[in-house]
């Protein structure tokens, strides 16, 4: 069965009564090369375990089992179990599991059903969930990469640099605690229904903390709010969190910064150095 093919694909969907979800941002592949590419992209070999989120009916799990030592696709919706069960038949290194990814404990999921592999994560992620979604696989700290097709717009945001429009809080995050790599693009014809956005494949491969953070958690609370205003300047906008406008300013001014600065300007090295002056 090729489950790329529109019309096997509307033909499988029928036979088993499926309708697709808006509330699941269920949007099926019909392009192969998606699917392909994706997986290669995420460098899987037998040495690898793979967790997937959403395999909707199994395109890419396809592609990834015919790779990986072992593939676990983390479904929520039952209505897509027998058609899993069909399309998925002939690959014994696979196990769907019932859930949510944003309810899952990763680590554990991994350490039961990915032994003695090394843990990758691939996903053709739910436009609905894209932040937390991915979020969870970062924090879940045991993959050796992270592949995901996600829409365009957050791909760009996850992989902005400073000064550009895209650049914020969850982009920062995302350097953080990875190095991303926008991969390539993928158009809404190559899904059914067709989306009304562009898609894009990004790579996430985890970094060591950055050793100029010191605290964690403050570093953070300061990028959060250079952002939550992001049309006042730095000062202002940190004022609103951390109040006493001046001290923020005698901190902006130890690191070199002007004061009339915005939080999009500032780089992962320049956030931590005003986290530590503002904390001093």
């Known amino acids: 069965m090729d489950l790329c093919s529109a019309s096997e ?3 499988l969907l029928a036979r088993h009564g499926f309708r697709f ?11 192969p090369w998606v699917p392909e590419d994706i997986a290669a992209a995420a460098g899987v070999d037998g040495t690898c375990g793979v967790v997937e989120v959403g395999p909707g009916v199994g395109p ?9 030592g072992r593939v676990a696709a983390v479904e929520l919706d039952r209505d897509l179990f027998p058609i899993l069960a069909e ?19 990763i680590p554990a999921l991994v350490a039961e059903r990915l032994p003695g592999l090394t843990p990758i ?24 990469s992270i592949t995901v ?18 650049y914020g809080a969850f982009s920062v995050y995302c350097q953080y605690h990875t190095k ?35 605290d964690p958690a403050h570093f953070f609370k300061v990028v959060r709010g250079a952002f939550g205003q992001r049309r006042k300047t730095l000062a202002n906008a940190l004022s609103a969190v951390f ?38």
């Open 9 to 11: 694909l509307k033909s």
């Open 21 to 31: 979800s808006k509330s699941k941002g269920q949007n099926f592949l019909i392009a």
């Open 60 to 68: 890419l799990t396809c592609q990834l089992a015919r790779r990986a």
């Open 87 to 105: 399309t998925l038949a002939g690959y014994d290194n696979v196990q769907i599991v019932e859930g949510d990814i944003l309810k899952t404990d």
């Open 121 to 144: 994560a691939c996903a053709n992620l739910p436009y609905n969930i894209t932040s937390p979604a991915l979020s969870a696989l970062i924090e879940a700290g045991c993959f050796a």
């Open 149 to 166: 097709m996600i829409q365009r717009e957050a791909a760009l945001r996850v992989c902005a640099r400073p000064g550009t429009a895209d």
């Open 180 to 214: 991303p790599e926008l991969l390539f693009e993928v158009p809404p014809e190559c899904f059914m229904p067709a989306p009304k956005v562009t898609s894009a494949v990004v790579r996430l491969v985890p970094r060591p903390r950055p050793e100029e953070v010191d």
């Open 243 to 280: 109040g006493d406008k001046t001290a923020i300013a005698a901190a902006l001014e130890s690191c070199g910064l002007p004061p009339d600065i915005r939080g999009e300007r500032l780089s992962i090295p320049e956030f931590a150095a005003l986290s530590k002056a503002m904390r001093e």
